[in-house]
């Protein structure tokens, strides 16, 4: 009868992925229907089957996000194996422990194996981070701001062996499920009077995400069709590309000043909204300097730059402050792998004091990438500027990323983004504002009064104890577990 429990399991879990179909609850369940057929079966046909059902759950994701491409099957097989994992930790070990510990090997392992990839592997926490589906649960949510995501992780994975304890152990279950009903009850109060204390109130800053109006860049990519590759334009007549490229400048020009005639104090532009080649890219930066100067207003550039060697391609992200000069250039530190074969940037953080609070940016893909945004946290930034550029199949996913980035290190987070979800988010994960660049017409212009204040999390200052912690624990469980028959 086991079969049914992994098959359960199973369509459970692919609703649980961080993708475009996720359901809150299913994150809590799938697991426990998991576990049932792993503990009922040989532990080597345990972990077969897990890790088929986790690579099928990163091959659905592959879907949802529209990368078919038979080169992404090794990438789902690594990820299936190591989200696998736990479910092998506990099948070895969990028979071999009292009650309560046995329920903390399976959340024990599955936040090592989540803060191991988050940290070490090129794709970060894009698939497979369980707190990330909890979201919506913004008393829940708060828990991040001390253990980071890993902790909201936690509770979700422990769910699955307390409800198991009552199922198989009709004795001697009751502490195990007292101690996880009193520790979730306690982090939904916290979470609670976190939210309620912090009330809607403080300076504020009009920002506007300013993304390039579909019809402007369409003409830019026509002007650039005739062209293969960067060499190819790299030998072309400048005067053209300036052309090409000028639709999607004028553009975001006009409607940025715009926003600041209506009091926009920032405007941020989107991951690659601006495409140049290297030669042109000074005298592109001077226009855009002045510009700010003339309004009066920071002005965050993204830029593609092409230049005439390997590999070719730069992605900066440029601030411009109010008199003109740059305040930071910043390259994205975290190209996505396979996509895009660039050079990556140092991993710095920049970081700038302005009248409007500490700033800060990443670029896209880098926000899941916790360790990385947590410099913004550590140095007490107030407001993170998130530029990105998406498509329709990620689009969900990593915004709601980006929210759980802001809980865990208390700053507003301002995410201008082309083909995707452009939002403003507060320290508590609140969203502010949010615009589809697919259903915005032809103005994808999000406007939203952000706090120029950000709030102290422990999480910002001590960073990553607790994953270290779980994995301290786990190895501590399974020496136990194997010193006993």
Known sequence: MR????????????????????IALAAWLCNVLLLRFTRQSRWWVAWLWAW??????????LWHADLTSPVFVPIAAALGLGCSLPFLADRLAAPRLGTLPATL????????????????????GIVGVLGVTQHGNLPLAQLASVTGVYGVSFLVAWFAPVALACWEHRRRWRTAV????????????????????????????????VAPAPQAWQRTLDGIAPYESVEAM??????????????????????????????????????????????????????FGEFARQHGIHLSAGLTVYTGSAPFVRNESVLFAPDGSVRWTYRKAHPIPVLEPYEAGDGVVPV?????????????????????????????????????????????GQARTARLRA???????????????SEAVDPLGRVLASTDYFHGGQDPTMVAYVPTHGTRTIYGTIGDVFAWLCLAALAGLIVTAARRT
């Open 105 to 124: 090997v399976f959340p024990l392992a599955k936040v090592t194996v989540e803060y191991l990839v988050s940290t070490a592997a090129p794709v970060g």
């Open 178 to 209: 007292v101690t996880f009903a009193g520790v979730l009850a306690v982090v939904l109060a916290a979470g609670g009077i976190r939210l309620i204390a912090a009330a809607p109130g403080g300076e504020t800053v009009r920002v506007a995400g």
């Open 3 to 22: 079969y049914p429990y992994l098959i359960g399991g199973c369509v459970l879990s692919v609703f649980a992925i961080n993708a475009r179909w996720d």
């Open 352 to 396: 700038a004091d302005t009248p409007l609070g500490r700033l800060a940016t990443v670029i896209c893909f880098d926000a899941n990438f916790p360790s990385l945004l947590r410099q913004g946290g550590d140095q007490r930034v107030d407001l993170m500027l998130v530029p990105s550029n998406d498509w329709n199949g990620i689009k969900d």
């Open 407 to 421: 809980i865990e290190n208390g700053f507003a987070v301002v995410r201008p983004t082309m083909e995707g979800l």
């Open 234 to 287: 790299s030998q072309a007549d400048p005067a053209v590309l300036q052309e090409a490229f000028g639709h999607v400048v004028d553009d975001l020009l006009a409607r940025s000043a715009r926003e600041a005639g209506a009091g926009a104090k920032l405007v941020v532009w989107p991951e690659s909204a601006v495409v140049t080649m290297d030669r042109d890219e000074q005298a592109l930066l001077t226009r």
């Open 52 to 61: 088929l059902v986790m690579t099928l759950d990163v091959g659905v994701w």
